[in-house]
Every structure is written in C-alpha cells, then in structure tokens.
C-alpha cells in the first residue's frame, strides 16, 4: 500500500503535505499536476477532489485534502517523528502556531507574491509597500519564536514548520528572481530581513528528504 501525493509544482500547499512525510522519512509517490494545462480540474482528478485543489494524498481507502487534515492523519498514522508534538502542552502550542501562521502567512505573502509572479508587478506602488508591511510583520513575528526555539514547532520539525516553510521559501525565491522590485518594497534577502528565520531555512533544508520536496521546476 503506496502513500502517494498530487501536487503542483511550486504550490505552497502541496508542498506542506510533503514536509511533513519528509520530517516523518516516509517513502510516497508523487503525480505532478500541470497547473497551466488544468489538470486539477480534470474529470479523473476531480473524483479524488471535488475542489480541484491540491493537495490530494491517498493511502488505500484513505483519500484526503487539505493540507492540515493531512498533517493530522499522517501523525496518528506514523506516530515515529511527531508533527505535533509528545504532550498535551506541546501538541496546543504546535496547533496554536500551526494556525496562526496558516491564517496569516499565505494571505501575507501572496499580497506580495501575487502581483509580482503572476501579474508582472515591477513597480513599488503604494499597495505592494502596504503589503510588504503586512508581511514583514508577520515574518517579524517567526523571527520572535526562532530567537528561543531551533524550529517553529519547538527543538525538532513539526507542523508549524510544515505550514510556514513554502511560503518563506516562496519569499526567498522572489528575492532571488525579481530582485529589484524586492529591494524596492525592502525584500532585499532573507539574511538582512531575519538572521533567525535564515538559519532555519538552512537547518529545514539539511533535514533528509526535505530536498525531494522542492519544486521540480526550480530545479
Ligand atoms: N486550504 C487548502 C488550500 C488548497 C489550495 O487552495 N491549494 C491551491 C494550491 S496552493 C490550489 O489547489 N489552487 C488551485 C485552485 O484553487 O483551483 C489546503 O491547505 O490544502
């Protein structure tokens, strides 16, 4: 019985689902979506998800979306590793952070991302600045956990760092690829924004398998 995962490549989601099997070191066989062709809407995609999102994962009977519900199931089916911690402090400060940065990071960060990926923004406009404030503040406050804690989950991987690391990946990646409309909105690189955030991406990526999660067209 294969664990297999349907994504898209570079999709934030996705990719959370598959940190957390990594943090895990669980095998799983990846169908890549293509996005441009619509091939999450496709009639044979659609009877695993009726949204058309990703991600999908499936286990013999088991077929899930979303990808919080994903880390849940993982965690009670491969205890080994825990995404949510081993006590009942723990597991509600994972969850607490887990959701506050799903409510806050994504929307933070496609404020930005968004028009400069998928619209060509090259310009600093007033409401690129307004929301490079909104998501510097949200980053502000991941660097306020990573002062105490090596992960945002606590000292080992977990759920929060599953959640909160595509999209500062997604950040980094835009500082690399359009570096002057980043500079213009004070994105300039990760190191001068938060020293403690880059020494996690950096623990995060030498974790085993977390490189295999990386999306194949930044390859
Ligand atoms: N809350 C869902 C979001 C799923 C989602 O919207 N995924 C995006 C990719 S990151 C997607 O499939 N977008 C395509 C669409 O909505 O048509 C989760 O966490 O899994």
Known sequence: MSLEIW????????????LGMAFKGLDYDV??????????KSEAYLVINPR????????GDTTLSQSIAILAWLDRKYPDAPL????PHDAALIWQRTMEIFDYLPDATSGVLSPIFFQGADQAT???KAASERLQSE?????GILADTLFLSGERPGAA??????HVRLIQRAMETNPTIMQALGLTDLATVSPEITDWVGRIEALPNVAATFPPHWA
């Not at 169908?31 to 999450?40: F, G, N, P, W």
């Not at 058309?52 to 286990?59: A, H, I, M, R, S």
């Open 7 to 18: 994504t898209v490549s570079g999709a934030p989601s996705p990719w959370r689902a598959a």
């Open 31 to 40: 169908h890549l979506l293509s996005a441009a062709q619509k091939e999450h």
């Open 52 to 59: 058309g999102t990703v991600p999908t994962v499936k286990e």
């Open 84 to 87: 949510f911690g081993g006590t």
């Open 126 to 128: 007033d409401d690129l």
């Open 139 to 143: 980053l502000a406050r991941l660097t």
């Open 161 to 166: 760092d599953a959640v909160a690391f595509p």
